[in-house]
């Protein structure tokens, strides 16, 4: 059980073009999911707390129009990275609750973003 | 402000003996959990051992084990036998809320090799 799920799981835009990543949870409902920012041999950063059905809060430094977080259901949170510049390359990692409640959180496999 | 050290950057460790990683945090929270979380070169997140703040007896999962010292803020993951297949980054995670306002902070990481 607690199976997240990301897609796709690599993928190459062009700056300037917007790319959507998706985030499943697979066999739980999560009200509540959480995005992350790694960059090669360094930690998560949390980006953003996405709430099912209200909108995402930020963490400070982290741009809302151009990352933007939709949680348009139980199962299902979306990352828009919007106007991609190569600083924007990096590998982006989404997590969720099985229960409100619960402190532990369960990671997708992550999203490879290259922009070229 | 809630913080997460891990002071050693890269650790080696021969297969079949014991290592321990380490881990300190800073909090004024009374009630909070501890985890350890495993990334592996396929950089999926995994859960490898928690901890909650309120029970003195320290977690175990098969070969995982952690020495949590509440008082002095610790809380190290001791790894018995090790096998080629723990070689991993290993995050030491705090967590002090629930719900849509807790969130996950991350320590720096410690990256593993265990040596055949």
């Known amino acids: 059980g607690a199976v997240v799920s990301q897609h796709p799981s690599w993928v190459i835009c062009k700056s300037g073009t917007s790319v959507k990543i998706e985030c499943r949870s697979l066999d739980f409902q999560a009200t509540t999911m959480f995005w992350y920012r790694q960059f090669p041999k360094q930690s998560l950063m949390l980006m953003a707390t996405s709430n099912e059905g209200s909108k995402a809060t930020y963490e400070q430094g982290v741009e809302k129009d151009k990352f933007l977080i939709n949680h348009a259901s139980l199962t299902l949170s979306t990352l828009t990275v919007t106007s991609a510049h190569p600083e924007d390359s990096s590998f982006y990692i989404c997590?969720?609750?099985?229960?409100?409640?619960?402190?532990?959180?369960?990671f997708g496999p992550g999203t490879r973003l290259t922009v070229t | 402000a809630q913080t997460v050290t891990q002071s050693q950057p890269e650790m080696s460790v021969q297969e079949a003996e014991t290592v321990t990683l380490s881990c300190t945090y800073d909090?004024?929270?009374?009630?909070?959990?501890l985890f350890w979380y495993k990334q592996p070169p396929s950089r999926q997140m995994i859960l490898v051992i928690r901890?909650?703040?309120?029970?003195?007896q320290n977690a175990t999962e098969n070969r995982f084990s952690v020495n949590f010292q509440k008082a002095a803020k610790s809380f190290s993951l001791k790894i018995s036998d090790s096998q080629l297949g723990d070689t991993a980054m290993y995050f030491c995670a705090f967590s002090y809320g629930s719900g849509n306002t807790g969130k996950l902070i991350f320590g720096q990481g410690t990256t593993l090799q265990v040596k055949p």
């Open positions: 901890q909650e703040a309120y029970k003195q």
């Open positions: 909090t004024s929270e009374s009630n909070y959990y």
């Open positions: 997590s969720a609750r099985v229960r409100p409640t619960d402190y532990e959180q369960y």
